[in-house]
């Protein structure tokens, strides 16, 4: 079993920044991809970025390309969500979640996230 725990989130307005962390209670994280997706009131929750176990490999959403940054330290059991620019459409709950033993690939399905946060609220107003 596998506990995400994420922080961060916020009121900012429009072209700030904020960074989003979650920490991880598996002892094998560095085993683990993992990714932040996102669900806006009224809509399905969507990919915002992967990243490796390794760390070497990162995918993104189009719509954040440019903008964040997903990066993890393995010695902490954490994984970042640097979001910069940022825009009121932005404004949703974000989750982290874990791939169990993927080091290599890093998928943007969350059908393949066996483990999830509670979520945290990005709110961002114009």
């Known amino acids: 079993q596998v506990q995400l725990v994420e922080s961060g989130g916020g009121l900012v307005q429009a072209g700030a920044s904020l960074r989003l962390s979650c920490a991880a209670s598996a002892r094998t994280f560095s085993n683990d991809a993992m990714g932040w997706f996102r669900q806006a009131p009224g809509k399905e929750r969507d990919f915002v970025a992967a990243i490796t176990g390794s760390g070497r490999s990162t995918r993104y959403a189009d719509s954040v390309k440019g903008r964040f940054t997903i990066s993890r330290d393995n010695a902490k059991n954490t994984v970042y969500l640097q979001m910069n620019s940022l825009k009121p459409e932005d404004t949703a709950v974000y989750y982290c979640?874990?791939?169990?033993?993927?080091?290599?690939?890093?998928?943007?399905?969350?059908?393949?996230?066996?483990?999830w946060g509670q979520g945290i609220q990005v709110t961002v107003s114009s």
């Open positions: 979640a874990a791939d169990p033993g993927t080091y290599y690939y890093a998928s943007i399905s969350e059908k393949e996230y066996d483990y």
